[in-house]
């Protein structure tokens, strides 16, 4: 089955950056696949920040990190990345990677939409 970890997650100071790292395993390459990034801050629901088709070309990004966040993928490491500029309070909390198959990317900020998920990597911003 589908394996993801997260990692890069750690304490910013607001207006700073991060990456964050989601390693894919145990299935054979699909170009069909979206891979996602969740954000649940504390007592929040956990809602989409980005999503990517692993062949490339098509992106999403929430319009709430839009400008800041940007997703993307290498595919030679099965690897997706969050690279998150002028961090705010706000993004602080879990964020998870999800793999899933969405008939389209209309689709792909819907939590349904996804069939394996990591166990999260923790983002603390300090102001």
């Known amino acids: 089955q589908v394996q993801l970890v997260e990692s890069g997650g750690g304490l910013v100071q607001a207006g700073g950056s991060a990456r964050l790292s989601c390693v894919v395993s145990?299935?054979?390459?699909?170009?069909?696949?979206?891979m996602g990034w969740f954000h649940q801050a504390p007592g929040k629901e956990r809602e989409s920040v980005a999503a990517?088709?692993?062949?490339?070309?098509?992106?999403y990004v929430a319009d709430s990190v839009k400008g800041r966040f940007s997703i993307s993928r290498d595919s030679a490491k099965n690897t997706v990345y969050l690279q998150m500029n002028s961090l705010k309070p706000e993004d602080a909390g879990v964020y998870y990677c999800?793999?899933?198959?969405?008939?389209?990317?209309?689709?792909?900020?819907?939590?349904?939409?996804?069939?394996?998920w990591g166990q999260g990597t923790q983002v603390t911003v300090s102001s």
């Open positions: 999800a793999v899933g198959f969405p008939q389209t990317m209309n689709r792909a900020s819907e939590e349904r939409s996804y069939d394996y």
């Open positions: 145990g299935g054979t390459s699909n170009t069909y696949a979206v």
């Open positions: 990517i088709r692993w062949s490339g070309g098509y992106t």
